[in-house]
């Protein structure tokens, strides 16, 4: 069974500090998914890592991918207020009876 | 562009009552097509998928039924509805063969089960 673990679930930080958010997951895949979901909203798609040692960035953030480690980093750059949101990531199992599974998301406080 | 939409926004139903949401896709043809709920606070659960139509696999045995009547359209339902049942409803499409590609989520519904 596919387990995606995230570290840390709750992340209070101030703006300007800089952090990463760490994605692990138990099995062989090639594919790693991250997405942010404001509250009360629905899940938006951020970034897609298809192969080892692929870096997305947009903005502030940048996600990089290991699989050899099954390894996935949310990195935060300079974080700012608007930043603040659950950070979900998701592995494709290869298994198509199990489809994307979810890690249980990392809720990001930014302060100001 | 692709769209995906559902319905309602927002639901209150007791016990015991039926339970039906709808999802649609517009701009794409022969979607994957899913639907995941979140509990609050909660990462989410994968409930249905369906790679085509009337082609429907559940991953957690529950009182929840999906059916497909078109290509593009998804219906959540249940006969009576418990506790439980209560959270956020999320339908999601994408595109690729076994299902692996993004996926695109909806707007939501959130079920509250008095």
């Known amino acids: 069974e596919l387990k995606v673990e995230q570290n840390p679930l709750f992340l209070s930080m101030q703006e300007g500090k800089n952090y990463t958010i760490y994605c692990n997951y138990s099995?062989?895949?090639?594919?790693l998914y991250w997405y942010r979901q404001d509250p009360g909203k629905s899940l938006e798609s951020l970034f897609v890592?298809?192969?080892?040692?692929a870096v997305k960035q947009e903005g502030r953030l940048m996600a990089s991918l290991d699989t050899k480690a099954r390894l996935s980093t949310l990195h935060i750059t300079a974080a700012v207020h608007d930043l603040s949101a659950t950070y979900f990531c998701?592995?494709?199992?290869?298994?198509?009876?199990?489809?994307?599974?979810f890690g249980p998301g990392t809720r990001l406080s930014v302060l100001p | 562009s692709q769209t995906i939409h559902q319905w309602p926004a927002t639901l209150v139903q007791p016990v015991g009552s039926p339970l039906s949401l709808e999802c649609t896709v517009e701009?794409?043809?022969?979607?994957?097509l899913y639907w995941y709920r979140q509990a609050a606070g909660r990462g989410l659960q994968l409930l249905f998928y369906?790679?085509?139509?009337?082609?429907i696999s559940s991953e957690v045995p529950q009182n929840l039924s999906a059916s497909r009547p078109q290509d593009r359209q998804f219906i959540l339902s249940s006969k009576k509805l418990l506790l439980s049942d209560s959270g956020f409803y999320l339908c999601?499409?994408?595109?690729?063969?076994?299902?692996?590609?993004?996926?695109?989520f909806g707007p939501g519904t959130r079920l509250t089960v008095l």
């Open positions: 999601a499409w994408s595109v690729g063969s076994g299902g692996t590609d993004t996926q695109y």
């Open positions: 099995t062989t895949s090639d594919r």
């Open positions: 890592l298809l192969s080892n040692g």
């Open positions: 998701a592995v494709d199992s290869y298994n198509y009876g199990q489809n994307f599974v």
């Open positions: 701009g794409t043809s022969n979607p994957n």
């Open positions: 369906s790679i085509g139509i009337d082609q």
